[in-house]
């Protein structure tokens, strides 16, 4: 945890080095996981800065000596950017995202870039065009997606932090199926200048961490207003009330996998012992929620990705491999795009297009995004009676590795988390650990009320997450 470190550092009972040597020896012992997609070569040199900036007594930032790994859709200068595709398979960062450079101003030492789904599309790891993760808990089973190295990379210690980014849930998602803390903040709290688009009204970068007191010290750092993100904003100061009321929306209980239902009751009721008031309610449009996703998220994928032709960014399509033979334009868009692209990255684009094109734009896109408003309307409405809303974060644990080959029983993994994409809202998972694999609490939170979502999550945590 990053306090601890720092203050071992400090009082110099370790060195930065032999900490930057020992997530590099345990990155190799455990490189069956495949968290990793490329490593950053720096790491040592950064660390030999830090430990002699403490032989000399110089006060440290807030994230000296604090490694972190970044999901590989989050841009690095000078490093690899694959987003786990093909496509972009030699792709070389020319610009630092936003975060980057505020972790990096921070101390923070990027140790590499964590696998994920292709260009974040998936809920298992599955897609990856390097291979897939595996469970650390279990290794017959997925990580989950998209963001699935870097939940890996926290459980197993690789890294002392992680970034992910969340769609539809994929921080939570794999924070929930490793068995660590995955928070995704309000839309438009934190920049995502620099973060590969999959479908930019629902896109959010966010920590993952092996405590929520990590996951706060990433997110104050992170936030804020970017020029070069016109949606972000400044969120809202902590404010929380002395009485708390949470709401359990009946929809979000509704089949679960027996465990996920028994471990869930049973953090209720310590909550409950402990004080808190909470209330059953109900949030009706919940079933539209999936669908509703499943529109506007192809529709915006399709746009995004068009730019992905081997002609701007990629290896450019006269260095390819003789395989591919380029006659004129059409090939060059049919062939590459057909051959770099994976499957369900070509059947959301295919999906998006038929969402767009002319005669059907409004039967299904416009369609949707009213429905979208009705969602925020109703999250508005359930606020006014309470304070957060307490849910599991999925309906099961992690599952097998090819169980879901039906792409639409795949899409069911998002049907808890997706709703606060929709709004926008602040969501957090935290980690019951159980005797096998984890489960998931998400705490989902008002619209720039990330720090209260935080502070609330750290009292939940402490009842619920470590007597387990
Ligand atoms: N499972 C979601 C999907 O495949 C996750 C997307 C995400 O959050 N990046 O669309």
Known sequence: ??????????????????????????????????????????????????????????????LDGIFI??????????????????????????????????????????IGKTNMDEFAMGSSNETSAFGKVLNPINKECVPGGSSGGSACAINKELSTIALGSDTAGS????????????????????SRYGL?????????????????????IIFNIIKGIDQNDST????????LKNKITIGLPKEYFQDLDDDVKEFMDQAITELKNQGFDLKEI???????????????????????????????????????????????????????????????????????MFILSAGYYDAYYTKAQKVRQILINEFENIFKDVDFILTPTTPTKAFRFNEKQDPVKMYQSDILTVSANLTGLPAISLPVHTSDLPVGI????????????????????????TSN
């Open 196 to 216: 590969i688009s999959m479908s930019s009204s629902l896109d959010q970068i966010g920590p993952i961490t092996s405590s929520v007191e990590d996951s706060e």
């Open 171 to 190: 921080i939570r998602q794999p924070a929930c199926f490793c068995g660590v803390v995955g928070f995704k903040p309000s839309y438009g709290s934190v």
């Open 442 to 465: 998400q705490i989902i939170g008002q619209r720039f009320e990330d720090l209260n979502l935080l502070s609330i999550a750290k009292q939940i945590e402490k009842i619920c997450t």
């Open 69 to 110: 790994a970044v999901k590989d859709n989050i841009l690095v200068k000078g490093m690899y950017c694959t987003a786990a595709s093909k496509m972009l398979e030699d792709y070389i960062a020319a610009y630092d995202a936003t975060v980057i450079n505020k972790l990096k101003d921070a101390g923070a030492i990027i």
């Open 232 to 239: 972000t904003s400044e969120v809202k100061d902590l404010n």
């Open 1 to 62: 945890m990053i306090k601890d470190i720092q203050n071992k550092l400090k009082n110099k009972e370790i060195t930065c080095t032999d900490l930057a040597q020992s997530y590099l020896n345990k990155i190799k012992d455990n490189q069956d996981l495949n968290c990793f997609i490329s490593l950053s070569e720096n790491v040592l040199n950064e660390a030999k800065k830090i430990d002699e900036k403490i032989q000399k007594n110089e006060e440290l930032k807030p």
């Open 282 to 352: 109900s949030l009706p449009h919940t079933k539209y929620a999936l669908p509703c996703y499943d529109i506007i998220m192809p529709a915006e994928v399709s746009s995004n990705l068009s730019r992905y032709d081997n002609i701007r960014y990629g290896t450019h399509f006269d260095k390819l491999t003789k395989d591919i033979s380029i006659n004129d334009l059409d090939d060059v868009y049919l062939k590459i795009r057909g051959e770099k692209l994976g499957k369900e990255v070509k059947r959301r684009i295919l999906l998006g």
